[in-house]
């Protein structure tokens, strides 16, 4: 099993990114994005279920990020739009093994992570 995420770079205030997360190895149902700078705990982005007729954002990023998946391409991604300094962060895909999780935006319920790509944002 493995997640290959892409898509980060240096980026200006305001600007968008799309990240991508390429899943090998077997069929996951819910898939995450989350978020991590150095010396702060990971953080939830964003979440969404196998059908993607669930979506969940932390309220950070509520109305500027949207999650979305291609199921036949088992690919996630982020489309990260009005973009601030503070999104600045490796940001991580994640997957769960569960059919249903109970919390789609904390970290304990997915079990496989992507090695993060860097997204910087300048002002």
């Known amino acids: 099993v493995q997640l290959q995420a892409s898509g980060g770079g240096l980026v200006q205030a305001g600007d968008y990114l799309t990240l991508s997360c390429g899943a090998s190895g077997r069929t996951f149902y819910n898939m995450g994005w989350f978020r991590q700078t150095p010396g702060k705990e990971r953080e939830s982005v964003a979440a969404i279920s196998w059908s993607g007729s669930r979506t969940y954002y932390a309220d950070s990023v509520k109305g500027r990020f949207t999650i979305s998946r291609d199921n036949a391409k088992k690919t996630l991604y982020l489309q990260m739009n009005s973009l601030k300094p503070e999104d600045t962060a490796v940001y991580y895909c994640?997957?769960?093994?569960?059919?249903?999780?109970?919390?789609?935006?904390?970290?304990?319920?997915?079990?496989?992570w992507g090695q993060g790509t860097q997204v910087t944002v300048s002002s």
């Open positions: 994640s997957a769960a093994l569960g059919y249903t999780i109970a919390r789609p935006l904390s970290d304990g319920e997915y079990n496989y």
